[in-house]
């Protein structure tokens, strides 16, 4: 009997190529290719190394070339049969890459990776649409109901590599979720490139992200679904009724708002000004009342001077976002913003400023997680450690926002709810037992 092949899949960036690797894995596992998930190049002798790598910014853009370099070492080590590339990087710079790196043997961009398959199988396998081996515990997964972005925002790269947006009907992901749940998924990550987008591509021509999670909720086994990467422009507000009066659609919304200056906002082509970005802060928050936002925001892009930047550490003050992340600009070829400004803050400054807002959200987190001490909380428990479970609320969204640390005080399985009393908050984290056993554990 001939040895099956062997494959490393190393996934890089965001969690949309995370189910991207997912479908990779399990076409290859219907191939007869023994493949897994891993961390970094040469963990085990391999046929080979196949990289799913990232394009969105500068230090994405680093780490993929350093894991491409490291692969290349394991392969020269006799570690590593074949490297290959994929992803967003290598459908960005499909015509430079090549000769830079000829370490590599195969180079496949951000559609036409199936055929790496064909390469390592010499066939094409017969596939379930949207099959996946996952990769997350096996309570969570991620949904991606579309692909690529129509908005073109001056700083970002991302429409020049995935294209125009391209909604999947909803039946295809009620398929997939009805699967999923079979398999044991019970929370639901949905995302997209521009969730607030879509249906605008299907037939009608009309937000269907109403009605889409509606359909979702209805499924039996669905007790989480959260929603990630809404743009604030053309919002569809038909989304917040339904998260309101629907228990296992969470009060979540992660909704990248960049910044709040009208002159910042119209250099970054965003379509919305800031008193409409107010209004659609408040209007979420008055028909969802424990609506949790996570946002992202950006300093130092051309035009934000000290009283814009100002303007920002106001808003974000007065507003006290319940998640926030922000990074500081770096310029991207071939966008609006390289051809059209010049980026001429210097990186300390983008940094200073960085530092401030992110201290500022620092602060304001830790007095909300402190308003969540005595309360009880509902708490999915994702893993084991030594110490304690670690579960999230429905407000947390998986590897990036706070978790709850909930003490040994009885026994609890990853994969399961249960009811915590929160002790003790930190910025980023609460410390609780079992609903029950506060008492006893005070005393």
């Known amino acids: 009997m001939s040895r099956r092949p062997t494959v490393d899949v190393i996934s890089l960036g965001c969690s949309k190529n995370l189910v991207d690797s997912e479908r990779l894995l ?56 074949k490297v290959i590339v994929m992803g967003c990087l290598s ?12 370490e590599v043997d195969a180079w496949y961009g951000k559609f036409d990776w199936p055929e790496i398959v064909k390469l390592m199988a010499r066939e094409h396998p017969a596939v379930i649409d949207y099959d996946r081996v996952i990769t997350t515990p096996r309570h969570h997964a991620y949904l991606k109901i579309s692909e690529g972005c129509n908005r073109f ?3 970002c790269a991302i429409p020049l590599i995935t294209g125009r947006m391209h909604s999947r009907p909803i039946e295809d992901l009620e398929a997939e979720v009805k699967a999923l749940t079979r398999r044991g998924v019970r929370e639901f990550n949905v995302i997209a490139q521009d969730l607030s987008s879509y249906g605008l591509d299907l037939a009608g021509h009309h937000h269907r992200l109403p009605e889409l999670v509606e359909r979702l909720a209805d499924i039996d086994g669905v007790e989480w679904l959260r929603l990630h990467y809404a743009y604030p422009s053309d919002f569809p507000y038909g989304i917040l009724p339904v ?26 082509r965003r379509h919305i000004t800031g008193a409409q970005t107010r209004e659609l802060i408040a209007r979420m928050r008055e028909e969802v009342p424990d609506l949790h936002l996570r946002t992202t925001l950006m ?7 000290e009283r814009e930047f100002d303007e920002l550490m106001e808003f974000v003050k ?31 400054e983008k940094l200073r400023r960085l530092d401030a807002l ?25 893993r084991e450690e030594s110490e304690f479970y670690v579960g999230r609320t429905q407000w947390d969204s998986p590897e990036v926002d706070p978790e709850v640390l909930v003490r040994k005080t ?4 990853p994969g399961v709810f249960a009811d915590v009393t929160v002790e003790s908050a930190m910025p980023f984290e609460l410390i609780a037992v079992p609903a029950g056993e506060a008492s006893s554990v005070q005393s």
């Open 153 to 155: 925002c001056a700083f």
């Open 299 to 305: 300093v130092g892009f051309p035009g934000e001077g």
């Open 318 to 348: 007065q507003t006290r976002f319940e998640r926030m992340g922000a990074f500081a600009y770096c310029e991207e070829e071939d966008t609006y913003a390289a051809r059209n400004f010049r980026d001429i803050i210097p990186q300390d």
């Open 410 to 413: 009885m026994p609890l399985k």
């Open 26 to 81: 399990a076409m290859f596992g219907r191939s007869g290719i023994d493949a897994r998930l891993a961390d970094t190049p040469g963990e085990r002798e391999s046929d080979a190394v196949v990289i799913n790598t990232c394009g969105f910014i500068g230090d994405a853009k680093e780490e993929s070339i350093n894991t491409i370099l490291e692969a290349a070492g394991a392969k020269d080590a006799g570690r590593v049969g």
């Open 243 to 268: 998260m309101a009066a629907r228990d296992n659609v969470c009060s979540y919304m992660d909704i990248a708002l960049q910044h709040i200056s009208d002159r910042v906002l119209e250099n970054m």
């Open 358 to 382: 992110m201290a500022l959200q620092e602060k304001i987190s830790l007095e909300q997680q402190e308003a969540k001490v005595g309360k009880t909380l509902r708490v999915m428990v994702d």
């Open 91 to 102: 459908e960005r710079y499909s015509g430079e890459l090549p000769a830079e790196l000829p």
